[in-house]
């Protein structure tokens, strides 16, 4: 891909402090970065952009690095490289980040960067919210992943499947480019960003790999499917225990050992996990109050509900209204 982002400069200098603080302006909390080898004087380069979900940038520079990704909910990062290479690691796993070779970043990991000083080294980072990922794979499998999604470190984007994510993240970086004002919409963002992270959990062995191969809902059994179905039908109305296990044509023991064996939670979790990811959608892609929206989803108490939504997210409700 030719070098993106060209109309987003963030940093440009020989002064290696600069590119550092400027990826931190690009990812905020999300990472610690520190030089392997010194602060040696070069030429260094990040173009970025930050938005809602996600931030992407491309780094030009010879410095290596080792970058900690927060723990806890965290993000998730896919580094593709652009021109040259780059010999890097996860957890002591190594690859070779180059135009045939992405690197995927969990929430928690700690990687190393050391760019191959015999060209002219570029490569894309993408920051992606973990709640965005948890999202998806609910989207595609009926229910919330159990435990984080990890996803294995190298990802050829010379194959079929890999390469199908590096094509959508050259649209999302080119309509970004485009100063076209239809691109800037966070709705199109986020519809762009949705779909290659759909792609990256469709094509990149995981620690859930296994459910999705299986499709929505397949090894549930009847009475779990149709109080899921229940639930998303409902999901705006007060829904308790004994809602869902009529809807089961079971008893609320029966249902809450059937969640909690499938799914790792019980019935009201779900209900509020997902109403709160609900909310939080709705939140970025509207200009409505935070009140207004959470009524809208069945929300009786603000402040219980901020708390919830605190503990789900690592932010307050006004806090991702403040970043819309």
Not at 143 to 164: C, I, Q
Request: proline share 5%.
């Amino acid at each position: 891909m030719p070098e993106p982002l060209r109309n987003h400069l963030m940093a440009k200098s020989r002064n290696p402090v600069d590119l550092l603080n400027a990826a931190t302006r690009l990812f905020g909390g999300s990472i610690a970065t520190s030089p392997l080898n010194g602060l040696s004087s070069a030429d260094h380069e990040l173009r970025g952009v930050v938005a809602d979900d996600f931030a992407v940038g491309y780094f030009a520079s010879p410095l290596d690095v080792r970058v900690a990704s927060s723990s806890g909910r965290g993000s998730y990062f896919v580094n593709i490289g652009v021109t040259g290479a780059i010999s890097a690691s996860r957890g002591g796993l190594p690859t070779t980040l180059d135009r045939t070779t992405a690197g995927i970043v969990n929430p928690g990991d700690t990687q190393e960067l050391r760019p191959v000083r015999s060209t002219r080294t570029g490569f894309v980072g993408l920051r992606i919210d973990a709640a965005l990922v948890e999202q998806e794979f609910t989207t595609l499998t009926g229910h919330p992943p159990v435990s984080t999604v990890r996803f294995n470190f190298a990802l050829d984007v010379a194959g079929a499947k890999g390469r199908a994510v590096q094509l959508l993240v050259r649209s999302l970086l080119e309509q970004l480019d485009s100063g076209d004002p239809l691109f800037q919409r966070q709705e199109l963002q986020r519809s762009q960003l949705r779909c290659i992270v759909t792609a990256l959990l469709l094509a990149q062995p995981h620690s859930h790999t296994g459910e999705l191969r299986d499709g929505p809902h397949r090894g549930h059994p009847r009475s779990l499917r149709t109080a899921l179905a229940f639930i998303d039908a409902n999901l705006a109305e007060r829904i308790t225990l004994g809602d869902i296990a009529e809807a089961a044509a079971c008893s609320p023991r029966t249902i809450s050992s059937a969640f909690r064996d499938r799914l790792g939670l019980s019935p009201l979790s779900y209900v509020r996990n997902l109403r709160l990811d609900r909310i939080r959608a709705d939140i970025l892609a509207s200009t409505d109050s935070v009140g207004t929206i959470a009524y809208r989803w069945g929300v009786s108490h603000l402040g219980r509900f901020a708390a919830e939504y605190r503990g789900r997210f690592a932010e307050l409700p006004s806090g991702t209204a403040a970043r819309r």
